[in-house]
C-alpha cells in the first residue's frame, strides 16, 4: 500500500504549501478515504488569515468525497471501494453534547469541526475520518463526485440553519446573503413547508438564484432597508 502522500497544508498564519506525509492508519472505528474531489471553503482562507491562531503544516480542508481506501476492523454498514461523502463536521456521536442532539459542540464548543482545526483536513490524497459508521454517507450510482461534495458543508450548513430556525408550515423566513449557504437555506426553508420565503441580496447573480431556488421576495439591500 501507499505510505506517503502529498498534502495542501497551512505552514503558518499567511503561508501555505504542498509537503510529504504518511498515509494516515484507521483506528477501530475509523476510515481512510482516498479523496477524489473536494472544494475550498472562505473558512480555508479565514484560517489561513489567523482567524483560528497559527498552524504549523496542518493539512487544509474540510469538503470533500471518495472512496473507502481502509476500515477500522470494527467499522460496519460501509466497505472498503465504496464511494462516500463526508460531512465538515465529523462528532463522536458519543458525548453529552452528541447524545443531545448538539454534535456540532461534540466534547466542547466547536468540538466537532475537526478537519482543519485539531487534525489534518482534506486536501491531500488520503484523510482521516473518525466513527466512520457515523460520519460517512455512500453516494448513490446515479449521483457524481463533482455534485455529490457539494453536501460536505454549503447543503447541510445551509440545510440545519433552516432546521434549526424552527420554521412553522406555512411560516415567513428571511434569509440574508445568498452565497452558497444562504442558498441551500432558502432550499431547506421551502423543503420544511415554509409559506414565505424573503431572500436579502445585493449580486444580481445571486439575487436571479435566489428566485431559482426557491424565494418568494428577493430585496435587494442597497436599494431598501431590508427590516
Given at each position: 500500500?501507499?505510505?506517503t502522500?502529498?498534502?495542501?497544508?497551512?505552514?503558518?498564519?499567511?503561508?501555505?504549501?504542498?509537503?510529504?506525509?504518511p498515509?494516515?492508519?484507521?483506528?477501530?472505528?475509523?476510515?481512510?478515504?482516498?479523496?477524489t474531489?473536494?472544494?475550498?471553503?472562505?473558512?480555508?482562507?479565514?484560517?489561513?488569515?489567523?482567524?483560528?491562531?497559527?498552524r504549523?503544516?496542518?493539512?487544509?480542508?474540510?469538503?470533500?468525497?471518495?472512496i473507502?481506501y481502509?476500515l477500522?476492523?470494527?467499522?460496519?454498514?460501509?466497505?472498503e471501494?465504496?464511494?462516500?461523502?463526508?460531512?465538515?463536521?465529523?462528532?463522536?456521536?458519543?458525548?453529552?453534547?452528541c447524545?443531545?442532539?448538539?454534535?456540532?459542540?461534540?466534547?466542547e464548543?466547536?468540538?466537532?469541526?475537526?478537519?482543519a482545526?485539531?487534525r489534518?483536513?482534506v486536501?491531500?490524497?488520503?484523510?482521516?475520518?473518525?466513527?466512520?459508521?457515523?460520519n460517512?454517507?455512500?453516494?448513490?450510482?446515479?449521483?457524481?463526485?463533482e455534485?455529490?461534495?457539494y453536501?460536505?458543508?454549503?447543503?447541510?450548513?445551509?440545510f440545519?440553519?433552516?432546521?434549526?430556525?424552527?420554521i412553522?408550515?406555512?411560516?415567513?423566513?428571511?434569509?440574508?446573503?445568498?452565497?452558497?449557504?444562504?442558498?441551500?437555506?432558502?432550499?431547506g426553508s421551502?423543503?420544511?413547508?415554509?409559506?414565505?420565503?424573503i431572500?436579502?441580496?445585493?449580486?444580481?447573480?445571486?439575487?436571479?438564484?435566489?428566485?431559482?431556488?426557491?424565494?418568494?421576495?428577493v430585496?435587494?439591500?442597497?436599494?431598501?432597508?431590508?427590516?
Amino acid at each position: 500500500m501507499q505510505k506517503t502522500m502529498r498534502a495542501f497544508v497551512m505552514k503558518g498564519i499567511g503561508r501555505v504549501g504542498f509537503m510529504e506525509k504518511p498515509v494516515p492508519d484507521p483506528g477501530p472505528m475509523d476510515a481512510i478515504i482516498k479523496t477524489t474531489k473536494a472544494l475550498v471553503c472562505t473558512s480555508d482562507t479565514h484560517t489561513v488569515g489567523g482567524a483560528i491562531g497559527d498552524r504549523q503544516d496542518l493539512t487544509l480542508g474540510h469538503e470533500a468525497v471518495g472512496i473507502v481506501y481502509k476500515l477500522g476492523r470494527e467499522v460496519k454498514g460501509v466497505k472498503e471501494g465504496d464511494r462516500v461523502a463526508v460531512n465538515a463536521i465529523t462528532p463522536c456521536w458519543q458525548c453529552d453534547n452528541c447524545q443531545r442532539g448538539y454534535p456540532s459542540q461534540c466534547g466542547e464548543m466547536l468540538g466537532g469541526w475537526k478537519f482543519a482545526n485539531i487534525r489534518d483536513g482534506v486536501f491531500a490524497e488520503y484523510f482521516h475520518v473518525n466513527e466512520a459508521a457515523a460520519n460517512l454517507a455512500c453516494i448513490p450510482d446515479t449521483v457524481a463526485d463533482e455534485a455529490a461534495v457539494y453536501t460536505c458543508d454549503m447543503m447541510s450548513t445551509g440545510f440545519i440553519g433552516a432546521e434549526n430556525a424552527h420554521i412553522p408550515i406555512g411560516g415567513t423566513v428571511a434569509i440574508f446573503a445568498q452565497g452558497p449557504v444562504g442558498l441551500m437555506a432558502t432550499v431547506g426553508s421551502r423543503l420544511l413547508g415554509a409559506g414565505l420565503v424573503i431572500a436579502i441580496e445585493a449580486m444580481p447573480e445571486r439575487k436571479r438564484l435566489a428566485g431559482h431556488f426557491g424565494a418568494d421576495i428577493v430585496v435587494d439591500f442597497q436599494e431598501q432597508d431590508p427590516v
